[in-house]
C-alpha cells in the first residue's frame, strides 16, 4: 500500500464542482492499493502516516507527527499511485488492486482512521476529483507499507 502524503495548510476535494471533503492545516494523503494489499498493509500505512514527523518542533526540526499536533488529515483514493511506469511511454495499471479490492480496503482505512484521529475526512472512491491543496513547505513523502 502506498501513500503519498503532503503537509498542508489547507485542502479540498471537489466532485462535479461541489466540495465533498475538506481539511484545514494537516496531512493530504494519496492512497495507492496493490493486488497483495490488505487489512495489515492498511493499518501499518494509516499508523505510519499518523505518527510520521514532518511538523515543525520548537526548534525548528521535522519532529512532530499529525497525532500529536491533531491537525486534519484527508484520505484520497489514487489508483494511479500503483501504476507500473518502469518502462515505456504509457502507465499500466496491473500493478493495482481491482476496483472492488481497492474500494473495500480504502473504506476500512477510512473507516480506521476515523476511529484513531479526531478530525479526518476523505474523497470519493471511483469519482473523477479535483483536490486543491496549499503544500506547506512544500512538504511531501511517498510511504510504503
Known sequence: MI???QRVTAA????AGIACARIDAGLLAFIGIRPEDGAAEAAALL???L????????????NRSLRDLGGGLLLVPQFTLAADTRKGLRPGFSTAAAPQQAEALFAALVARARHLHPTVSAGRFGEHMQVSLINDGPVTFWLES
Not at 510520521?52 to 525548528?60: K, Q, S, V
Request: net charge negative; glycine share 4%.
Open 3 to 5: 501513500a503519498l502524503i
Open 51 to 62: 505518527d510520521y514527523r514532518l511538523f515543525a518542533d520548537e526548534a525548528g526540526r521535522m
Open 47 to 49: 499508523d505510519r502516516v
Open 12 to 15: 479540498e476535494v471537489s466532485v
